[in-house]
């Protein structure tokens, strides 16, 4: 299987930022993630300033999720059509523009919770071509998982500085004020990768079809292969489940009467779980070796949030969210594998669909956590999500082996063949 076939050492972190390109990607991402979780935060706390209400405000963090499917299905096919560069920078100029617009004190509630909805819905675009045009920049082997890998450490760290920032910020500026800092990095973002990146012609041609129309049967195609089809579920399907003790940190640190400070360690456990196991897994860890602990971690990594049934304390809980978080370390494997599943002129197409399918999911995630949480005990529906969610994943990860290849009947095979074909 190509998936783990490689007997040479890793080529290390190091050896990515080698690759010149990579470190202007590398440097993009940073600021535009940095830009988003500012933004979020500072957007917040405007709507909140100008309505005063909570349901607003709360809405406005909800429309950084909602809007990702939509995005990340009906304008897929740009991620393939044109050229990366391209798609990159004018992703970044319109974000940049959107939030350009928040600044204007003539601009809405309405109009604030629009250009959030778009920003949302560039996200998914953005970031499946990013994570295509890696496999022209760093090949589709080992550097590809490892750039993957440092671009989702950094994603994780982000977040937590990003809140940290944006408060902050806001301490000293007005919302506006901390938004208009965002406009800037979004902006050194789209010349980064505009100067800093080689142009590359796009993976396939238009083939004359309307955008809509391309994007949804790429969806098809890449939905449509089985093999595809159960390595997204295994992207997707422990994440839906481990935001539960996230979701709901806050009324289960009241359940154990935790302060304030409890409460951010509890939102930040499984992030430091996550970071700490990733940066082994993807420095210490032959490719073989990352390979072959996909599927055992992947069937035991939340296994660890079932202690919540006996509702732990402090220290015990924050074990358990680590643990959690480390169990994502076999997303560095898995890359490999669903790299080496989707062919080159569909890459675009099926990574923006899985991110906009990560993204939903885990927001339905966490609005089903919080209305189990509505009739049962917190630490129950913690505990629950960790139980359901292990049967649902050995589910999957059953159907990840009967699809490896070697394991699916020759008439599997050829449906699958057949179907990449169709898209070249």
């Known amino acids: 299987m190509s998936q783990g076939s490689s007997t040479a050492p890793p080529a290390g972190y190091r050896a990515v930022f080698a690759v010149t390109e990579f470190r202007a990607v590398f440097a993009a991402h940073l600021l535009s993630l940095l830009g988003v979780v500012v933004s979020e935060l500072a957007l917040t706390v405007l709507v909140y300033d100008l309505t005063g209400s909570p349901l607003l405000s709360a809405l406005t963090f909800a429309l950084g999720l909602l809007p990702y499917v939509i995005g990340g299905t009906l304008f897929a096919g740009v991620a393939d059509r044109c050229p990366a560069r391209r798609v990159l920078v004018l992703c970044d100029l319109v974000c940049a523009a959107c939030v350009a617009v928040m600044l204007l004190p003539t601009t809405p509630v309405a109009g604030l919770l629009a250009l959030r909805c778009l920003v949302a819905a560039v996200a998914p675009v953005f970031t499946g071509t990013r994570m295509a045009a890696l496999t022209d920049i760093l090949g589709d082997g080992d550097l590809y998982v490892l750039g993957r890998s440092l671009l989702r450490i950094v994603s994780q760290s982000a977040m937590l500085i990003g809140f940290g920032v944006g408060g902050a910020l806001l301490t000293a500026l007005s919302p506006r004020g901390?938004?208009?800092?965002?406009?800037?990095?979004?902006?050194?973002?789209?010349?980064?990768?505009?100067?800093?990146?080689?142009?590359?012609?796009?993976?396939?041609?238009?083939?004359?079809?309307?955008?809509?129309?391309?994007?949804?049967?790429?969806?098809?195609?890449?939905?449509?292969?089985?093999?595809?089809?159960?390595?997204?579920?295994?992207?997707?399907?422990?994440?839906?489940?481990?935001?539960?003790?996230?979701?709901?940190?806050?009324?289960?640190?009241?359940?154990?009467?935790?302060?304030?400070?409890?409460?951010?360690?509890?939102?930040?456990?499984?992030?430091?779980?996550?970071?700490?196991?990733?940066?082994?897994?993807?420095?210490?860890?032959?490719?073989?070796?990352?390979?072959?602990?996909?599927?055992?971690?992947?069937?035991?990594?939340?296994?660890?949030?079932?202690?919540?049934?006996?509702?732990?304390?402090?220290?015990?809980?924050?074990?358990?969210?680590?643990?959690?978080?480390?169990?994502?370390?076999?997303?560095?494997?898995?890359?490999?594998?669903?790299?080496?599943?989707?062919?080159?002129?569909?890459?675009?197409?099926?990574?923006t669909l899985l991110t906009a399918g990560l993204m939903t999911i885990q927001g339905a995630g966490m609005a089903l956590a919080g209305l189990a949480a509505e009739f049962f005990p917190v630490h129950q529906v913690v505990a629950g999500s960790g139980i359901i969610g292990t049967v649902c994943t050995l589910l999957v990860v059953a159907e990840v082996r009967r699809t490896a290849p070697g394991q699916m009947s020759d008439t599997e095979g050829r449906d699958g063949a057949d179907r990449h074909m169709t898209s070249r």
Do not use: K, N
Not at 237 to 259: H, Q, S, T
Not at 284 to 293: G, K, V, W, Y
């Open 178 to 351: 901390a938004i208009a800092v965002t406009v800037v990095t979004f902006l050194c973002s789209a010349a980064l990768l505009r100067f800093g990146t080689r142009d590359r012609p796009a993976r396939a041609g238009s083939g004359g079809g309307a955008l809509l129309t391309e994007s949804l049967a790429g969806a098809r195609l890449v939905l449509g292969d089985r093999r595809v089809r159960a390595l997204m579920l295994l992207f997707w399907l422990p994440p839906m489940f481990v935001v539960a003790p996230e979701a709901l940190a806050a009324p289960y640190a009241d359940v154990i009467g935790a302060g304030p400070a409890a409460l951010g360690l509890l939102l930040c456990a499984m992030a430091v779980g996550h970071v700490g196991a990733e940066l082994f897994v993807g420095s210490a860890l032959r490719p073989r070796t990352r390979s072959r602990i996909v599927l055992p971690v992947a069937a035991v990594g939340l296994l660890p949030l079932v202690v919540h049934a006996v509702r732990p304390g402090l220290p015990l809980a924050l074990a358990a969210l680590a643990l959690a978080g480390m169990g994502a370390a076999y997303v560095i494997g898995l890359d490999q594998w669903f790299v080496d599943a989707v062919p080159p002129e569909l890459r675009g197409r099926a990574m």
